[in-house]
Every structure is written in C-alpha cells, then in structure tokens.
C-alpha cells in the first residue's frame, strides 16, 4: 500500500453512475476500440450507461454532458 488515496475511486463503485463516451463516430475508421469490444464489456456491466459522440461535429457531445449531470444529481440524491 502506498499510502496514498485513489482520488479517482468511487467510495461505494456499485453505485455510482459509470458512463462510457466513445467519440469518433464519424470516423469509424480511426476509432481506437471496436464495437466488438464495447459491446461485450457492456454485456458484462450492464449499469454502465454508454454514449458515442464526435467531438468534431458536436454530435451526441451536449447530450453526453447532460447524462452525466443528471446521472450525477441522481446518484447524490440516492
């Protein structure tokens, strides 16, 4: 143990509110994880919420923000 905390971990992980963004669907071809991939790590968390977006075209990026905040207020209510 090196005595120093994990900043980044959730207190309670089974509760929190995970949301995996992937971007570039306009450009599948550079894309760096397949689909193959993302779908079978969603199979095995299925609480994970998963968004795909394209930062170049602002497609799917405000509705990602706004699944995290909601998703966020959700989680602090509970």
């Known amino acids: 143990d090196s005595g120093i905390p994990e900043q980044g971990a959730p207190k309670e992980p089974e509760k ?3 949301i995996l ?3 570039k669907i ?4 550079e894309r760096e994880v397949d689909e193959e991939n993302v779908n079978e790590f969603l199979a095995k968390h299925p609480k994970i919420k ?10 799917g ?11 966020s207020v959700e989680n602090k209510q509970e």
């Open 21 to 23: 963004v992937g971007n």
């Open 61 to 71: 990026v405000s509705a990602a923000f706004e699944v995290i905040a909601l998703a």
């Open 26 to 29: 306009d450009r599948s071809d």
């Open 16 to 18: 929190f509110p995970f």
């Open 50 to 59: 998963h968004l795909q977006t394209s930062a170049k075209n602002s497609d």
